[in-house]
């Protein structure tokens, strides 16, 4: 798998995401400044967390319009994989490649916890190197991970399956306490049509080594390296 | 600002009659308005350390690991692999009091920039916050803006915050502390230096533009705080921690070249301080040209800018030939490059401005005969010793009362708006073990760290205070399994003017080098913060201690949840001291009485007999014995591990809430696995160990006394905080 890391101004887990890949793939991934334009021959394109631009204006928006982003819109048109991780998801939903809104958390105030996430749906490239309806822990970090969208935004959403991850309970369930940032139907992933692009706020990235306490988001890592290999 | 420079002038500056009699005899006429300035944040108590320095000497700052001790932008240890720590703590109080989301938010941005200056990428933030009583709303808004400012800025910048502490006390009202420290790493031959060298060489600005914010911060946290402490607004500052993260990551990508001759950051006294230090330590001259600052706003005067407290910026001697490498990276950043001036052969600071100079002062005398004082101090009077106590409420309730109270309850409220995991290699997260525990990336090491100070104890003798706090952050650190290497203190006191603070200040000194000396703990860095008072109302002495250890194997941390099926053991003497224990003050409603000794001897010995078996795998986690004593250190270690405990009754002869709530030093208990051949090893070298329970079943039970299930002790530890501040 050949793997790209973009990296805008203010993104701040690019290191983190680069040592999930590395794990995964065998491989260094390859950093991206953000005034690049050229993603030949990538298998994957990751936009990491963190606060691009300084979160002014509003989270992901000022990244969303950078030169960069024609690329990344062209790599997902050509089918490329892409994953946006926190900021990285704020910024692909800013850019039109998933829709709804990333909201100022219900509480209004930064969350940094452990979260539970259920797997929805197993057959995409994100997630089969998990079981259905599988529980894992991941790590968040945001102060606008309230995901919201309109009704029809949503039930299509959940129609065409393209929900990739829900904040549940440890036993699975989707309670209202166990979506701390008061994300709309708990969702904390999603994936575009082709389910070629997923965008999630929680950080499976900062969970792959025992000892930062446990290896519950390496699937997503070793699935797309699994299915992005040469 | 066209005032007449006199001695009226120089009083609202900060500086005294005899002071300002000096500046006249260094100039030999009357100094200009932009000179007065620079003399009076040169010459603050917060810039020269004139109370403290001859106290200061005292502290023990060596070890062969030590690679730069105090006198630099923070200090240096060797950590192994080739490899340096690089850490101080500063405060940020008095912005703090004024304006909370900011003054925290760019104490934290200030510590990054001593450490980062240095060569080290940061990779840990902790803090140190105390706060008053808080059944007041200003307390509340104080908590509140400080959590979200330290947060905000330390989640921007990317750099995990991984620990602290948060205590409150009425004393605090009027002054709450926020200390802020900051960890990074950087190979131990590429350390950065501020000495300038090379005349000609030329001076660069890189950062921010310069504005009107935080002019005269420096005198202002040198001055207590009377009613029209609002009105100083305007001399906090204001940060943006976007601007400080692309700061990092070019001076990082600079560094990594062999551009820098010297850099040091602006802040402080902002252009001032840097300039003349930078100048001053290389012993050369400097030429600053005002009209190449990048400036934020229009028609500033040069006194303005030499005062300005604008935050993120940082100013560099460079070699010349790598001035448009240098500019390259800086504008691949977006952030300004000016070359703002010169070394100078001179030995002087001048200072042109619109075609004129508007300071020229020899940089020698600026720094040799700044002032120095020995202030008159009055010791501490010993506290009348703690008669019996007897319990009014019985051990269940009053660990129920307790674990809930606002200096010992959950954390979790505050930790939750901090960004511990980012960096991807925080082994301990705050509350998992008694210090944070952050890996080296690209080495099987990890830093141990924590930042501890028990103001009531320093309040009631502050010798003992200064040696327990120095002993706590050592404590901590062993209990994680590493090895304590160094501290960085911040000593917050009050009016250095009053005998009795100067008093607790020359005390405290004494027991932490004590401490420092015998636990080979030496310190590499620190700051002051006096005039901790509002009307008159001295806070609680806080001398906090930052902590660093190192573990070979950062595999080897210890954290505090027992494992499934373990004895607990007790480790160390055990004498039930309650004067000064929380026990006392939130169970019988008494501050009295001494605080608990430290016995230096007893403390290494006991510590370094818990971590070699943390180390050799023997003790299977660890918790020391703190605040509130044996019994909260027992119930916070079930509530980590989520699993029930069963207590022996002590086979001691004193009162049982004098066992259980005592706050004896050098204390811990550990989770065994083979109790008996632990303890035969704590018999060999002299460490006193007692068996204390085992862990089984779901609920704290306490021999002969109603169970406390998991679940009602959980909602009594967590209650507070969330109420108080609205979920």
Redesign the interface.
């Known amino acids: 798998m050949k793997a790209g890391i973009v990296v805008f ?2 993104i ?2 690019e ?2 995401m680069a ?2 890949l590395a794990q995964a793939a065998g491989s260094a991934p390859r950093m991206i ?1 953000h005034r690049e334009t050229d993603l030949e021959g990538l298998d994957l394109v990751v936009i990491p ?3 691009s ?4 204006l509003r989270c992901g928006a000022m990244a969303a319009r950078s030169p960069v982003m024609d690329a990344i819109r062209a790599h997902a048109a050509r089918g490329g994989a892409v994953l946006g991780v926190c900021n990285g998801f704020q910024i692909l939903i800013e850019a039109g490649l998933l829709p709804g809104a990333l909201l100022r958390n219900a ?1 209004l ?5 452990d979260c539970w996430l259920r797997v929805e749906r197993t057959d995409t490239i994100f997630t089969d190197h998990w079981q259905r309806g599988a529980v894992f822990r991941s ?1 968040m ?1 945001h ?1 606008d991970g309230n995901y919201f969208a309109d009704d029809p935004t949503l039930d299509r959403l959940e129609g065409e399956g393209l929900v990739a991850f829900r904040y549940v309970t440890e036993q699975g369930e989707a309670t209202t306490t166990a979506c701390r940032n008061g994300s709309v139907r708990n969702i904390a992933g999603i994936l575009s049509p082709n389910r070629r692009v997923l965008g999630l706020m929680p ?1 499976p ?2 969970l ?2 025992p ?3 446990g290896t519950d988001g390496q699937p997503l890592f070793h699935g797309l390296a699994a299915a992005l290999a040469a | 600002m066209a005032r007449d420079v006199n001695a009226s002038l120089a009083r609202e500056f900060g500086l005294s009659a005899e002071e300002y009699g000096r500046v006249l005899s260094i100039l030999g006429r009357t100094p200009s308005f932009t000179e007065l300035g620079i003399f009076s944040v040169m010459w603050s108590e917060h810039c020269s350390y004139k109370s403290s320095r001859v106290w200061l000497k005292e502290l023990p700052t060596k070890a062969p690991w030590v690679i730069h001790g105090p006198g630099e932008n923070a200090g240096v240890v060797a950590v192994g692999d080739g490899l340096a720590a690089i850490f101080k703590m500063e405060s940020h109080n008095h912005p703090s009091y004024i304006e909370p989301y900011q003054g925290a938010a760019t104490g934290v941005g200030g510590i990054l920039r001593d450490v980062f200056t240095m060569g080290a990428r940061p990779i840990a933030n902790l803090n140190a916050l105390r706060f008053g009583d808080p059944a007041l709303p200003r307390t509340r808004n104080t908590i509140d803006g400080v959590v979200r400012g330290i947060g905000d800025y330390g989640n921007c910048v990317g750099v995990p915050t991984v620990g602290g502490e948060v205590n409150f006390h009425p004393a605090y009202n009027g002054n709450p502390l926020v200390n802020a420290m900051t960890v990074g790493v950087a190979p131990a031959n590429r350390i950065f230096l501020s000495a300038a060298a090379g005349i000609g060489n030329p001076v660069v600005y890189v950062g921010s533009k310069t504005g009107r914010d935080g002019i005269h911060g420096a005198t202002m946290a040198s001055a207590e705080f009377a009613e029209d402490s609002e009105e100083k607004r305007p001399t906090v500052q204001v940060g943006d921690p976007f601007e400080e993260k692309l700061l990092i990551e070019a001076c990082l990508e600079l560094m990594a070249t062999d551009a820098i001759v010297s850099i040091q950051d602006m802040g402080a006294a902002g252009l001032t301080s840097s300039s003349v230090e930078m100048a001053g330590k290389g012993g050369v001259g400097i030429a600053i040209d005002l009209d190449r600052v990048p400036q934020r706003e229009a028609d500033m005067t040069a006194y303005e800018m030499m005062l300005s407290e604008s935050q993120e910026r940082m100013l560099m001697v460079l070699r010349p030939d790598r001035e448009a490498l240098a500019r390259s990276i800086f504008e691949k950043y977006e952030l300004d490059f000016a070359v703002i001036g010169t070394l100078t052969a001179t030995g002087r600071i001048v200072v042109r401005h619109r075609g004129r100079v508007e300071a020229d002062i020899p940089l020698e005398p600026l720094a040799d005969q700044a002032p120095l004082y020995h202030r008159p101090y009055s010791e501490t009077p010993a506290p009348a010793p703690l008669g019996a106590v007897t319990d009014p409420l019985g051990v269940r309730a009053s660990l129920l009362r307790l674990i809930g109270c606002p200096d010992l309850c959950s954390r979790r409220w505050v930790w939750d708006q901090y960004d511990a995991t980012v960096g991807g290699q925080t082994v301990r997260r705050p509350g998992s073990a008694d210090a944070a525990v952050v890996k080296l990336e690209d080495s099987r090491r990890a830093l141990a760290l924590t930042v501890d100070c028990t103001p009531r104890y320093c309040k009631a003798d502050p010798e003992a205070g200064g040696a327990q706090a120095v002993a706590e952050a050592w404590r901590n650190i062993t209990a994680t399994g590493a090895t304590p290497l160094a501290i960085t203190d911040c000593m917050n006191f009050g009016n250095p003017e009053k005998p009795e603070i100067m008093g607790q200040f020359a005390a405290a000194i004494r027991g932490m080098a004590a401490a420092c000396t015998a636990l080979d703990f030496p310190v590499v860095s620190g700051n002051v913060s006096f005039y901790n008072e509002t009307e008159g109302r001295p806070i609680l002495p806080a001398p906090c201690i930052g902590g660093l250890g190192v573990l070979e194997e950062a595999t080897q941390a210890a954290r505090i949840a027992p494992p499934a099926g373990s004895e607990l053991l007790l480790v160390g003497a055990v004498a039930g001291h309650l004067g000064q224990s929380l026990w006392l003050r939130e169970v019988a409603g008494s501050e009295d009485g001494p605080p608990p000794p430290v016995n230096l001897a007893a403390e290494r010995r006991n510590g370094d007999f818990v971590r070699r078996m943390i180390l050799t795998g023997k003790a299977g986690a660890c918790h020391d014995v703190a605040d509130g004593g044996v019994l909260v250190a027992v119930a916070e270690m079930a509530l980590a591990g989520s699993v029930g405990i069963e207590l022996d009754a002590p086979e001691i002869a004193m009162p049982a809430h004098a066992f259980w709530f005592g706050e004896d030093q050098g204390c811990y208990v550990l989770a065994v696995e083979n109790a008996a051949a632990v303890l035969a090893e704590a018999a060999a070298v002299s460490v006193p160990a007692r068996r204390l329970g085992r862990v089984r079943g779901e609920d704290l039970k306490l021999a002969g006394g109603v169970p406390i299930s998991l679940g009602e002790l959980r909602a009594a530890h967590e209650a507070f905080l969330p109420s108080l501040m609205g979920g």
Do not use: K, Q, T
């Open positions: 101004p203010g701040n887990r290191r983190d040592i999930a400044w967390g963190g606060f631009y300084g979160d002014y509480s105030r930064f969350l940094s916890c790590p970090a102060g950080h990235e900062d792959v080594d000892l930062m306490g």
